[in-house]
Nanobody, 124 residues
C-alpha cells in the first residue's frame, strides 16, 4: 500500500517560513520523481517544484523561484519543501506526489501517487 504523508503546514505571517515534509512508503522512493503541487480555493492545481531521483536539476514555478527550495533524502524516503518569504498568495493546500519515471514533469496527471495535502495559510 502506497502512502505519502505530508506534514509541516500551518498558519504563518507574510514574510515567514515553513518547511513541508512528505514521507513515502510502499514505493521505491529513490526511483521516483517527487513533486510538490498546490491548490488554492477556486483555482487549478499547480506544480510548485519537482526533483528527480538523484536530487539534481530541480524545477520551480516562476512564482516561487528564489523563495522555495525542494530537496530529498532518499535514505529517509522523504522530500522537503522549504518555503521562505511567504506571501498571502502562497495560501493553498500543498500536496506531494510521486511519479514512477526518470524525468521530472509538471503536469499533475503524470503523477502516480498523491498525499492527502497539508494546509498552508499566509496572513497579511
Amino acid at each position: 500500500q502506497v502512502q505519502l504523508i505530508e506534514s509541516g503546514g500551518g498558519l504563518v505571517q507574510a514574510g515567514g517560513s515553513l518547511r513541508l515534509s512528505c514521507t513515502a512508503s510502499g514505493i521505491t522512493f529513490s526511483r521516483n520523481v517527487m513533486g510538490w503541487f498546490r491548490q488554492a480555493p477556486g483555482k487549478e492545481r499547480e506544480c510548485v517544484a519537482t526533483i528527480n531521483w538523484p536530487g539534481s536539476n530541480p524545477y520551480y514555478a516562476e512564482s516561487v523561484k528564489g523563495r522555495f527550495t525542494i530537496s530529498r533524502d532518499n535514505a529517509k524516503n522523504t522530500v522537503y519543501l522549504q518555503m521562505n518569504s511567504l506571501k498571502p498568495e502562497d495560501t493553498a493546500v500543498y500536496y506531494c506526489a510521486a511519479d514512477r519515471s526518470w524525468v521530472a514533469k509538471t503536469a499533475s496527471y503524470e503523477y502516480d501517487y498523491w498525499g492527502q495535502g497539508t494546509q498552508v495559510t499566509v496572513s497579511s
